[in-house]
């Protein structure tokens, strides 16, 4: 295995247009597969989240006449609904499997990480966990994320331009950055699109999972074991669906969750790739200071967490350390031999010290495995195992360990 090779050659060879993408000599196949994520009656109705974003224009308005500058960019992010995002609701997503099998009897769902633009660093790791525990691999974009945005919200100039109005309103701003222009926008004055965002990826997965387990899916069959590979937010998203445990379906699945873990309280993802100062007081606020009084605000959060959905709960227990312990720390217990983290040593968005007092308890008592790694080069979370000639060695020698390891719980 050659950690950089591989990433340039899979980069290069994959696209969406392609239904199998079949590389010369070897012995797998990406395949691509439309998927169509529904809209019920949970989720926001169209009124609200038009009177929402016309609310936001207003406030940005407000904000820029009080400086004196011009903000179009920050209104234009609010021009669709989010109800209206046709990438959103019919997007490909790409699934790694072996040639030998007309349908592979297990996989692995790979989450990936919040704001995340494509899916460039993800193919190696599909490829590494398909190759070393012989299971397909499928990537499911997060809602949202990936290609389930509109096109201007990745636009260079336009976010960049974004970027610079959002510095001319907070002159205090920092991390800010055309990459997270948009979410860091978008998440400010619109958290609640976070809770969305999630429950509509989670209501996807449960569709998808149906899906395989009615027969109907081209590739896997219906009696698959399913496991999970998830990195960051992905984590977070993993934790809820095996809290939950919809129909039983994850009795025996495992989560290795990579970078990924703690409650929100003890994430710290201000960052230029992911959303800026800004952003993260207003995320900090709503979700882990202020969140039962911020819920009822919003119409559709306090029907949907005024009900007795047990993913409402493992939702708002993974909020706050603090909050919901005993609840969390209960289904942790019962969870404790499905999951496994393996956490970073240097990484300041997810360190391991906040991966271990959510998943081993206050008191560390739960038997969650936690594995603290470092490297002996310059890495972050955003880029655990970064590109260049000078380290590809060691970053090599670094990645075959992690995915050994990770491959080696959930095979």
């Given at each position: ?12 060879i994959y696209n969406y247009k392609s239904e199998i993408i079949k590389p010369a000599e070897s012995d797998f196949s990406i395949l691509n597969f439309i998927f169509y994520s529904e809209f019920n ?371």
């Amino acid at each position: 295995m050659n950690y950089l090779k591989d990433y340039y050659f899979l980069k290069k060879i994959y696209n969406y247009k392609s239904e199998i993408i079949k590389p010369a000599e070897s012995d797998f196949s990406i395949l691509n597969f439309i998927f169509y994520s529904e809209f019920n009656n949970r989720f926001p109705e169209k009124l609200e989240c038009i009177r929402l974003a016309n609310k936001n224009k207003k406030i940005i308005r407000k904000i820029a006449v009080e400086k004196g500058i011009s903000c179009p960019e920050s209104e234009c992010i609010f021009d669709f609904p989010d109800s209206d995002v046709q990438q959103n609701k019919v997007f490909i997503y790409p699934v790694y499997k072996n040639n030998k099998k007309a349908k592979s009897d297990s996989v692995i769902f790979l989450l990936h990480g919040l704001n995340e633009k494509s899916w460039d660093k993800y193919h190696v790791w599909a490829k590494a966990l398909l190759e070393m525990t012989g299971k397909a691999v499928l990537m499911f974009p997060i809602s949202f994320h990936i290609n389930r945005v509109l096109p201007s919200w990745n636009h260079p100039r336009r976010m960049d331009n974004l970027s610079k109005e959002r510095m001319m309103m907070y002159p205090d701003l920092s991390e800010s950055s055309f990459v997270n222009a948009a979410i860091s926008t978008r998440l400010q004055f619109k958290p609640e699109t976070f809770f969305w965002s999630g429950m509509r990826t989670y209501n996807d997965i449960i569709k998808l999972i149906n899906q395989i387990k009615s027969g109907n899916h081209p590739a896997i069959k219906n009696n698959a074991s399913i496991d999970f590979f998830s990195y960051s937010i992905g984590a977070f998203l993993t934790e809820i669906l095996l809290m939950d445990n919809h129909n039983n379906w994850f009795d025996k699945s495992k989560a290795l969750l990579f970078c990924g873990g703690p409650a929100m309280s003890h994430m710290y993802p201000s960052s230029r790739y992911i959303y800026d100062s800004e952003t993260y007081k207003s995320m900090t606020d709503f979700y882990v200071l202020n969140f039962d009084k911020e819920i009822m605000k919003s119409k559709s959060m306090r029907n949907y967490f005024s009900g007795l959905e047990p993913a409402a709960l493992d939702f708002k227990s993974l909020l706050n350390v603090d909050i919901e312990s005993e609840y969390r720390e209960k289904k942790l217990k019962n969870l404790s031999g499905q999951i496994k983290a393996i956490s970073l040593a240097k990484d300041n968005v997810i360190p391991p010290s906040s991966v271990k007092l959510t998943l081993c308890g206050k008191n560390k008592d739960i038997p969650v495995n936690v594995v603290e790694k470092d490297f002996p080069f310059e890495y972050d979370h955003i880029s655990p195992f970064p590109l260049g000639e000078g380290i590809k060695d060691d970053v090599n020698k670094s990645f075959i360990e992690v995915f050994e390891e990770s491959s080696e719980f959930l095979g």
